[in-house]
């Protein structure tokens, strides 16, 4: 006998409720695995979220070194040359200071990239696979006590 002998052997087996059953936990089966597949972590939605909030976290440094230049440029429209190095040194100081705060971020953020994007791969899957038994675990239940308190009126009295 084939696999797919047996296979049908089994499914013949069935009553009607398990059959709805399977029907239906296929359906579903499709339909979780399209929401576990939209919802998926990939490494783009992964760096999405991670850069805004790199940007968040350094955006006053940022902002800081703008307003420190946006300083010096208002000293040379006053002409007071004389404060202009010191400013533009302080301005460029703190550009740099940005920048490197900004790669060394980067750099670690690269280094975590590939764990936290494996981690949360799997904890999709496992959502995925719960969404999908869960429900489908709870309606075998429900028919099965369906099909026993029907079976208890149709008993057939004793003689």
Same mark, same amino acid.
């Given at each position: 006998m084939s696999v797919g002998e047996q296979i049908a052997a089994r499914l013949a087996k069935?009553?009607?409720w398990q059959r709805l059953w399977l029907l239906a936990a296929v359906s579903w089966f499709g339909v979780s695995a399209g929401i576990t597949a939209?919802?998926?972590?990939?490494?783009e939605k992964l760096e999405q979220r991670t850069f805004s909030s790199l940007y968040s976290v350094y955006a006053p440094l940022r902002n800081s070194a703008d307003e420190q230049q946006?300083?010096?440029r208002n000293l040379i429209s006053q002409s007071q040359y004389t404060a202009l190095t010191t400013c533009f040194e302080l301005a460029n100081a703190a550009s740099r200071?940005?920048?490197? &705060? !900004?790669?060394?971020?980067?750099q670690k953020y690269e280094e975590r990239l590939w764990a936290?994007?494996?981690e949360a791969q799997l904890i999709a899957l496992g959502n995925g696979l719960a969404l999908w038994l869960v429900p489908?675990? &709870? !309606?075998?239940?429900?028919g099965m006590a369906v099909g026993w308190g029907l079976k208890g009126f149709k008993q057939k009295p004793r003689a």
């Open positions: 069935l009553n009607g939209w919802d998926f972590p990939t490494r946006a300083h010096c200071n940005y920048t490197q &705060m !900004l790669n060394g971020s980067m936290e994007l494996l489908s675990i &709870m !309606l075998y239940v429900f």
